[in-house]
């Protein structure tokens, strides 16, 4: 998945055959990685949780 932002795109590729299965998020400007993490499927989801817990109480907006 990628994702056009003010700093660039952001690329987001799973990886489900790897010894701990994840997510790599990573930042690109032009042909340059600027950012680069690789999350468990674990970490990705509190990730996944906390952003939307914050979208809630900051937002009030209904996540369901």
């Known amino acids: 998945m990628r994702i056009e932002s003010p700093h660039g795109r952001i ?36 990730v996944i949780d906390a952003v939307a817990d914050m979208l809630e109480t900051t937002e009030g907006l209904d996540t369901q």
Do not use: M, Q, S, W
């Open 11 to 46: 690329a987001v590729t799973e990886y489900r055959n790897l010894p701990e299965p994840g997510v790599t998020i990573r930042t690109v400007r032009g042909a340059h990685t600027t950012r680069k993490v690789h999350l468990t499927r674990d970490e990705a989801f509190a």
